[in-house]
Each structure stands twice: as structure tokens, then as C-alpha cells.
């Protein structure tokens, strides 16, 4: 017997028109396998949720991206930006197709040197660099990319210890029309605080500077800004060659290129508003060629995390309730939370369906677990009625969701990776209570209890 729900008259607004045209009320997106694997099987034998990464896609994107900048460009390096993913599977599937790492901390550090990846195959940027590590990171030969004065003095200090010239990068910020423009990274380059930076290396003589970096910001839908960053950042290598007798070797343009994902408020489809891969590297490559200098071809360094990653990666949830809110809006509760998908609050995840459900579709809000206001998982989907067990797959996930996701309330759940040849590999093991208390200690007076006052 199904259970009685009190009626309601809703303002259907599935079928209604757009400046896109008449979106169907009936119209589904049913997903029944991921590469080939049924949701069912993945589900019965991992559980749900579950996080589900495509190598097959992960490989593809890599090699498009990299041919779009190595096919116009003969100097090109990619540096796998760690914070993005650093599960062990995805960074071996990164650096088995030649990127080197791309590390932010102390622990990103050691990571990548867990994976085998050499000191001078690992690119050092970040806010903080304690200096027990920078030090290890230049005894190892990492490129290191300075972010403040102090840190200039933290390496001459090195530098100093080691009795060695240490050579280094220095991370600029800059006005390519992003605004908030990101100036809390690096040197400012239009108020002349690069230049300082720069004299304050040279005029040192313990560092050599080797390098200019520069991350502009992240999911940049415009191309153009690219063209606008690097022509800045080759002026300004040309103004220390001339000042200071700056040889650039590498030109480190960070990554920041969107992913396949709608982020909120956003309001153009996919397909309309995320440019394809080849005009950024066009728009890059063109200015380069315009501004290096006949026979300068420095090493062209791209950090690029969301859009290598995002859509290898999807999340089966599964509907534990369906309900109506107070004003009849139709809600559900997913097993899946923001607690494992932080990345909810700026993306709306493609939705789809486990089976095809009968019904018209409704403005439905879909929470998480968490017994928390903000744990909204999906925000006006349009849905037909789901019941409890539905599965629904969202994407793409791949990027962040790995790394910023925390353990509140919760275990985190297994991750799977389908190999090229649909071998299923569990790569992260879903989490229990030892994980959650392993680093916790209990005073002895704080074990016994009183419980009848
Ligand atoms: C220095 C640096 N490089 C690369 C990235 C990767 O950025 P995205 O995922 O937008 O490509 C970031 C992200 O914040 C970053 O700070």
C-alpha cells in the first residue's frame, strides 16, 4: 500500500518555455551503466554512495588537452595540480601520461614524493611553505614559486645552508578582466610590487630566478583573459631581462580552465558557455607567438585541475525519502550529503536517473543526510515523482570533491575507478569508526559515567 501523502496544486513548471526552447515535462536522462558497468552491480557491491571514476575519460581528456597546446606550442609541460585530486589512483593515471605534479603544502609534498615523483619533478606553490620542507624541496631540486617577501627570505636562508644558488620562480598576480581579480597570491605586477620582488632576488644574488607564475583564478569562461595574462607576463620577463638579465625559462600560466559543469546562476546550457579546450590554447599560443621574441620558447607550464578531472568522476546516490516542504515544493532526501560533495554549492550537477520513472516532472530540491539547513544537494531539478531506493547519478564530481570533502556526521563512502578494459578497482576504501577515532586520546577520569542524577 503506498503511503498517503496530503494533496497538493503546484505550478508545474516542467514544459514550460525558455529562451531555449520548451523543456519537456516528460523528459528523463536515464543512465543505466557507467562504462559499461550496470549502476546495479556497482551499487550491490560497493554500496551507495558511491564515487565512480572513468579512466578511459580521465586519459581522453588528458590527451586532448595536452595535444591542443603541444600541436601549437613546442615547449609544453603539465603539472598536475594535486589539490584537485590527490587520490593515488588518479595521480598514477596523471603522471603514467606525463604530467608532473603540481603540490600546494607540506602534505601535497609528500605525496607526490610517496608516488615516486622526484623533488625536480614537482612544482611548489602555496601560500606556506614551512621551512623544514623548503628546505627539503630545494635539497630535492623542486621549482619553487615565491608568494611573499618572507618567503624570499626563507630561501635565501636556505640558500645560505645549503651553500648553493637556489633557483626559483615568483608567482605574480595581475589584472587580465577577472574580477574579484585574485591579487592575495604572489606579487602584484601593475602596482610594481613584482618588479620589487624580482630586484629583491637579484639584488640578493642567493636565489636565481628562473621563472614567472601566475593563476588568474578558476573556471575562466573566457579565453581572451588567457591571451590578456600571458602577454602581460612575457612584458614583464622581457623588463627583468632588460633590468636584471632575467632568462625566463618557463612561463607557468596556473590552471583554471572550466570543466562540463553548470555552475549556478549560470544561465547559458554547457554547450553554450564552456568554450571548447582549443580556443584557450589558441588564444594562448597565438599571444605567445605575438610577444616572445624570435627563438624564445619557454617552457609553457599549465596547472589545469577541474577540467582534466571533473568528468571522470560521477556520484551514485540513492533517494532514502521523498516529502513535500510546507509550501508543496517536492523534496527528497539523498544518502549523499555536502559533506562528501562540497562542491553543491556552486555547481548544479547534471542529474540522472537509475530507471526510467513514469510521471511529470517537478521543481524538486534534493537535500543530503547531514540534519544541517545548508546540506542541499540539488536546488530545482526537474524531476518526476522519485521514490525511496531510486538512484541517482550526478556529475561531474571528479574535480575537488575528494579533497575538500570532510567526515561530519558521517563515513566516508568507497570510491571505485573503471579501468580501460571495465576492471572495477576500489581505490579508497569506505571509512568506519577506527578511521573517525584513530588520533583521538580519552583522559581515564573522562571513561566512567554517572548517568542517573
Ligand atoms: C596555483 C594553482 N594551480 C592550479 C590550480 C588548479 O586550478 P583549476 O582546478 O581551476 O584548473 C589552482 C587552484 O586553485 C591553483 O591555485
Given at each position: 500500500m503506498s503511503q498517503y501523502e496530503k494533496p497538493v496544486i503546484k505550478r508545474l513548471m516542467g514544459g514550460a518555455m525558455n529562451k531555449f526552447g520548451r523543456s519537456p515535462a516528460y523528459a528523463r536522462k536515464v543512465r543505466e551503466a557507467i562504462e559499461g558497468v550496470p549502476i546495479s552491480k556497482l551499487?550491490?557491491?560497493?554500496?551507495?554512495?558511491?564515487?565512480?571514476?572513468?579512466?578511459?575519460?580521465?586519459?581522453?581528456?588528458?590527451?586532448?588537452?595536452?595535444?591542443?597546446?603541444?600541436?601549437?606550442?613546442?615547449?609544453?609541460?603539465?603539472?598536475?595540480?594535486?589539490?584537485?585530486?590527490?587520490?593515488?589512483?588518479?595521480?598514477?593515471?596523471m603522471h603514467q601520461c606525463g604530467a608532473i605534479a603540481e603540490v600546494v603544502s607540506e602534505m601535497e609534498y609528500m605525496k607526490a614524493r610517496g608516488m615516486g615523483i622526484p623533488g625536480d619533478q614537482i612544482i611548489f606553490n602555496g601560500p606556506y611553505k614551512p621551512i623544514h620542507i623548503l628546505e627539503r624541496a630545494v635539497a630535492e631540486g623542486a621549482s619553487i614559486d615565491i608568494d611573499h617577501l618572507d618567503e624570499i627570505n626563507d630561501l635565501e636562508k636556505v640558500a645560505t645552508k645549503l651553500g648553493k644558488k637556489v633557483p626559483v620562480g615568483i608567482r605574480i598576480n595581475l589584472d587580465a578582466g577577472i574580477y574579484p581579480q585574485w591579487s592575495r597570491f604572489g606579487f602584484n605586477l601593475e602596482t610594481g610590487q613584482a618588479l620589487e620582488a624580482a630586484k629583491r632576488i637579484f639584488t640578493g644574488k642567493k636565489?636565481?630566478?628562473t621563472g614567472l607564475h601566475c593563476h588568474v583564478g578558476t573556471f575562466i569562461l573566457e579565453p581572451n583573459v588567457y591571451a590578456r595574462q600571458v602577454g602581460k607576463m612575457v612584458k614583464f620577463g622581457?623588463?627583468?631581462?632588460?633590468?636584471?638579465?632575467?632568462?625566463?625559462?618557463?612561463?607557468?600560466?596556473?590552471?583554471?580552465?572550466?570543466?562540463?559543469?553548470?555552475?549556478?546562476?549560470?544561465?547559458?546550457?554547457?554547450?553554450?558557455?564552456?568554450?571548447?579546450?582549443?580556443?584557450?590554447?589558441?588564444?594562448?599560443?597565438?599571444?605567445?607567438?605575438?610577444?616572445?621574441?624570435?627563438?624564445?620558447?619557454?617552457?609553457?607550464?599549465?596547472?589545469?585541475?577541474?577540467?582534466?578531472?571533473?568528468?571522470?568522476?560521477?556520484?551514485?546516490?540513492?533517494?532514502?525519502?521523498?516529502?513535500?516542504?510546507?509550501?508543496?515544493?517536492?523534496?527528497?532526501?539523498?544518502?549523499?550529503?555536502?559533506?562528501i560533495l562540497p562542491t553543491s554549492y556552486w555547481y548544479n550537477f547534471?542529474?540522472?536517473?537509475?530507471?526510467?520513472?513514469?510521471?511529470?516532472?517537478?521543481?524538486?530540491?534534493?537535500?543530503?543526510?547531514?540534519?544541517?539547513?545548508?546540506?542541499?544537494?540539488?536546488?530545482?531539478?526537474?524531476?518526476?515523482?522519485?521514490?525511496?531506493?531510486?538512484?541517482?547519478?550526478?556529475?561531474?564530481?571528479?574535480?575537488?570533491?575528494?579533497?575538500?570533502?570532510?567526515?561530519?556526521?558521517?563515513?566516508?563512502?568507497?570510491?571505485?575507478?573503471?579501468?580501460?578494459?571495465?576492471?572495477?578497482?576500489?581505490?579508497?576504501?569506505?571509512?568506519?569508526?577506527?578511521?573517525?577515532?584513530?588520533?583521538?586520546?580519552?583522559?581515564?577520569?573522562?571513561?566512567?559515567?554517572?548517568?542517573?542524577?
Amino acid at each position: 500500500m503506498s503511503q498517503y501523502e496530503k494533496p497538493v496544486i503546484k505550478r508545474l513548471m516542467g514544459g514550460a518555455m525558455n529562451k531555449f526552447g520548451r523543456s519537456p515535462a516528460y523528459a528523463r536522462k536515464v543512465r543505466e551503466a557507467i562504462e559499461g558497468v550496470p549502476i546495479s552491480k556497482l551499487v550491490a557491491q560497493y554500496g551507495s554512495p558511491l564515487f565512480v571514476y572513468s579512466e578511459r575519460t580521465i586519459i581522453d581528456k588528458y590527451k586532448q588537452m595536452f595535444s591542443a597546446f603541444s600541436t601549437r606550442y613546442p615547449n609544453v609541460a603539465f603539472g598536475w595540480s594535486y589539490k584537485t585530486n590527490y587520490l593515488k589512483a588518479i595521480c598514477g593515471i596523471m603522471h603514467q601520461c606525463g604530467a608532473i605534479a603540481e603540490v600546494v603544502s607540506e602534505m601535497e609534498y609528500m605525496k607526490a614524493r610517496g608516488m615516486g615523483i622526484p623533488g625536480d619533478q614537482i612544482i611548489f606553490n602555496g601560500p606556506y611553505k614551512p621551512i623544514h620542507i623548503l628546505e627539503r624541496a630545494v635539497a630535492e631540486g623542486a621549482s619553487i614559486d615565491i608568494d611573499h617577501l618572507d618567503e624570499i627570505n626563507d630561501l635565501e636562508k636556505v640558500a645560505t645552508k645549503l651553500g648553493k644558488k637556489v633557483p626559483v620562480g615568483i608567482r605574480i598576480n595581475l589584472d587580465a578582466g577577472i574580477y574579484p581579480q585574485w591579487s592575495r597570491f604572489g606579487f602584484n605586477l601593475e602596482t610594481g610590487q613584482a618588479l620589487e620582488a624580482a630586484k629583491r632576488i637579484f639584488t640578493g644574488k642567493k636565489l636565481i630566478l628562473t621563472g614567472l607564475h601566475c593563476h588568474v583564478g578558476t573556471f575562466i569562461l573566457e579565453p581572451n583573459v588567457y591571451a590578456r595574462q600571458v602577454g602581460k607576463m612575457v612584458k614583464f620577463g622581457y623588463e627583468l631581462k632588460a633590468k636584471f638579465g632575467f632568462t625566463m625559462e618557463h612561463i607557468n600560466i596556473g590552471g583554471g580552465f572550466p570543466s562540463r559543469s553548470r555552475l549556478k546562476g549560470t544561465y547559458l546550457p554547457v554547450d553554450v558557455a564552456v568554450p571548447p579546450v582549443d580556443s584557450y590554447a589558441k588564444a594562448i599560443t597565438d599571444e605567445l607567438s605575438a610577444s616572445l621574441e624570435p627563438g624564445d620558447f619557454p617552457k609553457l607550464i599549465l596547472e589545469s585541475g577541474r577540467a582534466l578531472i571533473d568528468e571522470a568522476g560521477m556520484l551514485i546516490t540513492t533517494v532514502v525519502a521523498a516529502k513535500r516542504l510546507a509550501d508543496g515544493t517536492r523534496a527528497y532526501v539523498a544518502d549523499a550529503g555536502v559533506n562528501i560533495l562540497p562542491t553543491s554549492y556552486w555547481y548544479n550537477f547534471n542529474i540522472e536517473l537509475d530507471r526510467d520513472v513514469p510521471g511529470i516532472n517537478e521543481y524538486s530540491m534534493i537535500y543530503g543526510p547531514m540534519c544541517m539547513n545548508i546540506d542541499v544537494v540539488g536546488e530545482g531539478a526537474q524531476l518526476p515523482p522519485l521514490s525511496r531506493g531510486t538512484r541517482m547519478i550526478l556529475s561531474p564530481v571528479g574535480a575537488y570533491s575528494n579533497t575538500q570533502w570532510n567526515q561530519f556526521i558521517a563515513y566516508r563512502p568507497n570510491i571505485v575507478l573503471i579501468g580501460e578494459n571495465g576492471e572495477i578497482d576500489l581505490i579508497r576504501e569506505a571509512e568506519d569508526l577506527t578511521d573517525i577515532e584513530r588520533r583521538e586520546k580519552i583522559p581515564e577520569r573522562l571513561t566512567h559515567f554517572n548517568l542517573e542524577r
